[in-house]
C-alpha cells in the first residue's frame, strides 16, 4: 500500500492527482474555501492566547498538505481576518515528498511565512531553543484526510480454524493476488477480542489496523509543548469497529469517483483508504498526557464553529455560495457523516 501511494517514481500521490469532480475522489478543501476558513477562525481562537502568553511567535503544522490549497485558504482568512495575529504565525508543512512540497511552493508562493520539513523531528529541530527529547511546538498540529491513506495491514477470520490470519499480496503471474499468511504478531484491538464475538463472526472477516496511523499520532503528541493536537479523517468510534455490514474491513479503492474492492488493480493509478481507529489515536494521545477536547462528526464541529463565528460576525453577511459549500461540509448525505475529528491538548 505504502508503495502503490507513495513510491517516489509511480506512486498515486506522487502524479498531479486531481480532485473533486474531475478526479478520483471529493475532499471537503474541494467543496470551496469555507473549510479553511472555519478551521482558520478556530486556529484563531487558540492561538490568540497562546501569543497573548508568549509574546512570540507559534506555529501552524499541517501535516499532507497535498497541493497547498488548504493552506493558501488558511493564511488568506487569518490575513485579511486577524492581520496581528497572522503576522505572530509561522506556518509549517511536513511533506517528506520533493514533489509534493514544488506542487505547495507554487500554491503558497504569495505568503513568507510557511516553512517546509520532512518530518516532526526536522520542524522542531528549526525552532529556536529547541531540545529534540522534549516538547518544542507551541501552536496547531493538524492533518486532514491524511491518516486514512496510511498503509494497513489486513487480518482475517478464520471461522473453521477458529483463528486469525493476515492478508499478504503475492503474483500470479503478471497479476497481483491476495495470499493468506501466518502472522507474526496481533494487535491488542484483535487479540482482545471476547469469544462471544468470535464465535458469531463469519468466515473471512476483515479488519485492518494501521501501525503507521498510530506512530505518527504518537510523534505528534511527543512534538506538542502548549495547544492542540487535530485530525479530520474517515473512521469510527469503539462501537463501530465491527460492523456485521462490514465483512471486508474498511479499505477501498477510488478511481475517478467509483469505489471497488478491487483493491490490487492497476497500482499507482488508484487512491486506497482505510477508516482510521480513533479509539486508538485517542488512548495514544491521553497515554502521553493530552486532553481529549472533542471527538465527533465534522457536521458537529463545523456547526459548532460557525456558531461561535455568527455571535463575532467573522464572516460578514452570509451568502448562498457559503451556503451551499456548508451544506456540503455538515449534511450527512454528503461529507458531514463520513468524516470524524479528535481534536486533544496540552
Not at 474555501?33 to 512570540?56: D, I, M, P, R, Y
Not at 527529547?133 to 491524511?146: A, C, D, K, M
Not at 464475538?197 to 502548549?226: C, H
Request: a negative charge; proline letters at 4%; hydrophobic letters at 40%.
Amino acid at each position: 500500500m505504502e508503495l502503490a501511494l507513495y513510491c517516489p517514481d509511480c506512486g498515486y500521490y506522487e502524479t498531479k492527482v486531481d480532485i473533486g469532480r474531475r478526479g478520483d475522489f471529493f475532499t471537503s478543501v474541494s467543496a470551496g474555501e469555507l473549510f479553511g476558513q472555519l478551521l482558520a477562525f478556530q486556529f484563531a481562537n487558540w492561538l490568540e492566547t497562546e501569543v497573548s502568553n508568549q509574546k512570540s511567535k507559534v506555529r501552524i503544522v499541517e501535516a499532507g498538505a497535498h497541493d497547498g490549497q488548504l493552506a493558501k485558504d488558511i493564511l488568506t482568512w487569518l490575513q485579511s481576518s486577524r492581520p496581528e495575529l497572522f503576522g505572530q504565525i509561522e506556518y509549517a508543512i511536513i511533506e517528506p515528498s520533493v514533489r509534493r512540497r514544488e506542487w505547495q511552493r507554487e500554491t503558497l508562493e504569495s505568503f513568507a511565512n510557511v516553512l517546509w520539513s520532512a518530518n516532526f523531528q526536522s520542524v522542531a529541530s528549526s525552532t529556536p531553543h529547541s531540545a529534540l527529547r522534549t516538547p518544542h511546538l507551541n501552536g496547531v498540529i493538524f492533518s486532514n484526510e491524511l491518516l486514512d491513506a496510511f498503509p494497513v495491514h489486513r487480518y482475517g477470520w478464520d471461522a473453521n480454524g477458529k483463528k486469525w490470519f493476515e492478508w499478504g499480496v503475492s503474483a500470479d503471474g503478471d497479476k497481483l493476488v491476495w495470499e493468506k499468511l501466518e502472522y507474526s504478531k496481533l494487535p491488542a484491538s484483535i487479540l482482545n477480542l471476547p469469544s462471544s464475538l468470535l464465535a458469531v463472526m463469519p468466515d473471512g472477516y476483515t479488519i485492518e489496523t494501521s501501525p503507521a496511523a498510530e506512530k505518527w499520532w504518537r510523534d505528534a503528541t511527543g512534538a506538542l509543548a502548549r495547544g492542540k493536537l487535530l485530525a479530520i479523517d474517515y473512521g469510527f468510534t469503539d462501537d463501530e469497529m465491527f460492523s456485521p455490514a462490514r465483512t471486508r474491513g474498511t479499505l477501498r479503492a477510488y478511481y475517478r469517483h467509483h469505489v471497488t474492492d478491487d483493491l490490487l488493480a492497476n497500482p499507482g493509478e488508484q487512491d486506497l483508504t482505510a477508516h482510521v481507529n480513533f479509539p486508538a489515536l485517542q488512548k495514544a494521545g491521553e497515554d502521553a498526557g493530552l486532553k481529549t477536547e472533542f471527538f465527533g462528526s465534522q457536521a458537529k464541529f463545523l456547526t459548532e464553529i460557525l456558531a461561535k463565528a455568527a455571535r463575532k460576525s467573522s464572516f460578514g453577511v452570509w451568502n448562498a455560495k457559503q451556503t451551499r459549500q456548508f451544506q456540503t461540509l455538515t449534511h450527512p448525505e454528503h461529507l458531514g457523516r463520513a468524516f470524524r475529528v479528535l481534536v486533544q491538548s496540552r
